[in-house]
């Protein structure tokens, strides 16, 4: 019987996803700390400058980045607008793009809400920088529309 729980215990366990190709990634920094998404989940980047205009306008909802993750409201310098457009993560600043070979999956010290915000780490430059889950976020945004929240 004992043997036979052992087993349903090892099977019932979640198998980290495998290592997977990053491609093209677009850097940027939130609340001080250095982030990655997926460049082809990016519709485009835009200028701080261009965010009351936005909230005027019909267009995408706001996120502040560095406040969602815990680091504090952020400068909100740019805004990486998500495919389809909808929502757009403010963040402080838009580095560059960078091709990445491989995502790292995360390790077993990320348990809470932060597997859902990140797909995975990228070691960049002797550095290790989060990959962000844009699915997380666009979701996030959409149950926060029907609630009335607003994010930024």
């Not at 491989?102 to 932060?114: A, I, Q």
């Amino acid at each position: 019987m004992k043997e036979l729980e052992r087993r349903s215990l090892s099977i019932a366990r979640p198998v980290g996803p495998a290592a997977a190709t990053a491609g093209p990634v677009i850097l940027f920094t939130a609340g001080g700390v250095r982030f990655a998404v997926a460049a082809d989940e990016v519709q485009e980047v835009r200028g701080g400058d261009e965010r009351t205009t936005i909230r005027k306008l019909k267009g995408p909802e706001i996120i502040d980045f560095a406040l969602q993750v815990g680091l504090g409201e952020g400068i909100l310098e740019r805004l990486l607008v998500l495919k389809p457009g909808d929502c757009a993560l403010a963040v402080t600043d838009v580095e560059r793009m960078a091709s990445i070979p491989k995502v790292v999956s995360l390790p077993g010290l990320f348990r809470g809400v932060e597997r859902q915000w990140y797909r995975g780490l990228l070691l960049l430059e002797n550095e290790v920088v989060p990959l962000v889950r844009t699915e997380y976020w666009r979701k996030a945004f959409a149950a926060d529309t029907l609630q009335g929240t607003v994010h930024g």
